[in-house]
């Protein structure tokens, strides 16, 4: 395999190697040319193709670095107003320029000799953009990309203070694993509080997301937004069926894992009633699990993880470390949660994340990690479009280096009782997240489907689903309020709808992958590369094929997977009778 010194930066051959996206004037005679373009031969259209991916390439670097910016800084009023300026007077212009685009690539007479199979997805693409688009919904667009950020603004700014110090709800959620339980309840009821202060203004800017969202839905022809989006996102290879039997095989066959592995850590806190504030604790006399003491050590141990696992996957974050694309460390004013963002023109991507020494940010590293080994190993593909991967596949790329890497986390904890204990800590996460996704998933159906539904409805239907994916083990009593509005610190809800279900899908291919490592390690990383390699050249399915694993979420498959994780906790010391 290549090294990372080797990444290639995407050359200009269309667009001036001094061009910079300072404003629309500038792009468009670009745009204007490719629409304008003549296709008299293959090899026009394939110039014209290379053409195209060009300008997405660095128009696409220059966005996330807006938004990047924005992000690592929510209170710099100009981080804000450049990525407002993107969004409300550069992308809503680009759009009708880019349907004209597809529609002429799909009328070009030479396009049926373009026969290689990498350009299956991608032509079933544009021909879904194309059916989708509406110039009317362009500006609603605009709207909802700038109001979406709004959530991130909001939580940007919750703190508390807690031992005379002002900390971010992530840096606070720390003292949660605590041994100390007062201390735990005392911060748990300052979080809640904290939290409800802004209850109102977030659903105020729910209301209005999900009005704008409906409006979208009605002006492309749909009843209702959750129809349009499924559409939006390209799930070719799966159904609304499929989502709703996820759901109940996750009840029935996840839901008890989850109960099991609760019932465990209650009887190690010797509790007779676990409360919201016991759920991440350890007994007394147990220290919570510190993995690293900043962003600096936690980078160094990163790497010597991933390059235990494959020298590549070391050499990558090395990279990204070189050249400053790491934001890692929770701060007051930076955006909530963690992402990875490719940057499509240098290859090289940028994780942000809030980390503040916690098991968590552990595994978010983990996770993050294995998105940028996805971007590292889509780069070199011929089209951005080859590149644009679905969530189904990204997220498998995360979550299975999670499962990986866990192997080699005694880069991080010396003593092996703390390495058991941040491994059993992992499979609590992989198991627990299955009924939050589907509770999610669930409850955005009937978000999406109830239009102009009250806040009164959307708590009481919130409430039920939450209850029906919950073990029962924790006493929620006194933070009734509280549990009524957990939905609001979901990010996805406010900034990407529907994008959940994948995650779901992904962790149980995770699961299949970690599996698979375990019979052989070596197959199972060679597949895992070899898949990623192809960015979106295949479809899903092929996808997880080339990764030598099934893609299902059926309830017999689920059944299947959930056999294997139990007996991975038995062998962790969880009573699974």
């Known amino acids: 395999m290549k090294s990372t010194a080797n990444l290639k930066k995407i050359d200009r051959d269309f667009l001036s190697s001094k061009f910079r996206l300072l404003s629309w004037n500038n792009i468009r005679p670009y745009l ?4 304008n373009r003549k296709l008299d031969s293959k090899t026009a259209l394939e110039q014209w193709l290379k ?3 060009e300008v997405e390439t660095v128009v696409g670097e220059d966005a996330c670095w807006r938004q990047i910016n924005m992000t690592c800084d929510t209170t710099d009023k100009t981080l804000e107003e450049e990525y407002t300026y993107f969004c409300t007077e550069i992308e809503p212009k680009m759009k009708p320029y880019f349907f004209e685009i597809n529609r002429k690539l799909l009328a070009c007479a030479f396009l049926k000799e373009i026969k290689e199979p990498e350009y299956f997805p991608y032509l079933r693409n544009v021909e879904n953009s194309v059916k989708l688009y509406r ?30 110090k002002t900390l971010t709800l992530q840096q606070a959620a720390k003292f949660l694993q605590n041994p100390n339980r007062n201390l735990r ?59 709703f039997a996820f759901h109940t095989a996750v009840k029935e066959h996840i839901l008890p894992l989850q109960k099991m592995l609760s019932l465990h850590r209650k009887k190690r806190l010797g509790l007779d009633v676990m409360r919201p504030w016991d759920t991440d604790a350890e007994p007394e006399g147990t220290k919570p699990l510190q993995p690293f003491e900043n962003g600096k050590k936690l980078t160094e141990k990163t790497i010597r993880v991933f390059r235990k696992l494959r020298p590549f996957f070391g050499d990558c974050i090395q990279t990204m470390q070189t050249m400053g694309r790491l934001d890692l460390e929770s701060r007051i004013g930076k955006a909530p949660g963690g992402y990875n963002c490719p940057l499509p023109e240098t ?99 009937w978000l999406y489907t109830n239009p102009g539904h009250t806040i009164a409805q959307r708590e009481e239907n919130w409430c039920s689903i939450l209850d029906e994916f919950s073990t029962g083990v924790v006493d929620w009593s006194g933070f009734e309020e509280f549990r009524t509005n957990f939905w609001q610190k979901q990010l996805h809800l406010f900034e990407v709808p529907f994008y959940y279900i994948e995650y779901g899908i992904a962790q149980l291919g995770a699961i299949a992958m970690w599996r698979q490592y375990q019979e052989n390690n070596k197959t199972a990383i060679n597949n895992y590369i070899a898949a990623l390699s192809c960015g979106y050249t295949k479809t899903l399915k092929e996808l997880y094929d080339t990764a030598g694993i099934k893609f299902d979420f059926s309830p017999t498959y689920i059944k299947e997977l959930s056999a294997f994780v139990t007996g991975q906790m038995s062998s962790m010391g969880v009573s699974t009778s």
């Not at 993050?368 to 479009?385: D, M, N, R, V």
């Not at 890497?405 to 299955?434: C, H, N, P």
């Open 135 to 164: 110039e009317e919904n362009v500006v609603i667009q605009a709207e909802l990309s700038v109001l979406a950020q709004q959530f991130g603004a909001i939580s940007g700014k919750m703190t508390v203070d807690v031992d005379e």
């Open 32 to 35: 204007e040319e490719l629409k």
């Open 51 to 53: 053409d195209i991916s």
């Open 347 to 445: 290859g090289v991507p940028f994780i942000f994340m809030n980390a503040a020494g916690t098991m968590g940010d552990l595994i978010t590293m983990m996770h993050e990690g294995g998105h940028a080994i996805h971007s590292f190993l889509s780069h070199p593909l011929k089209l951005s479009a080859f590149k644009e991967y679905p969530m189904e596949i990204a997220e498998l790329a995360s979550m299975s280096m999670e499962l990986f890497s866990m192997e080699y986390w005694g880069e991080f904890f010396k003593d092996d009782t703390e390495l058991k204990r941040a491994q059993l800590e992992e499979m609590e996460r992989v198991i627990s997240v299955l009924p939050w996704i589907a509770t999610i998933d669930k409850f955005q159906h």
């Open 185 to 243: 309840e005392d911060v748990f009821k300052k979080i809640v509080t904290r939290r409800l202060e802004d209850k109102t203004p977030l659903n105020e800017l729910f209301d209005k997301l999900l009005k704008l969202r409906h409006q979208v839905a009605i002006n492309a022809g749909f009843k209702n937004y959750r129809d349009y989006k499924f559409r939006e996102l390209g799930r070719f290879d799966y159904t609304l069926e499929d989502c």
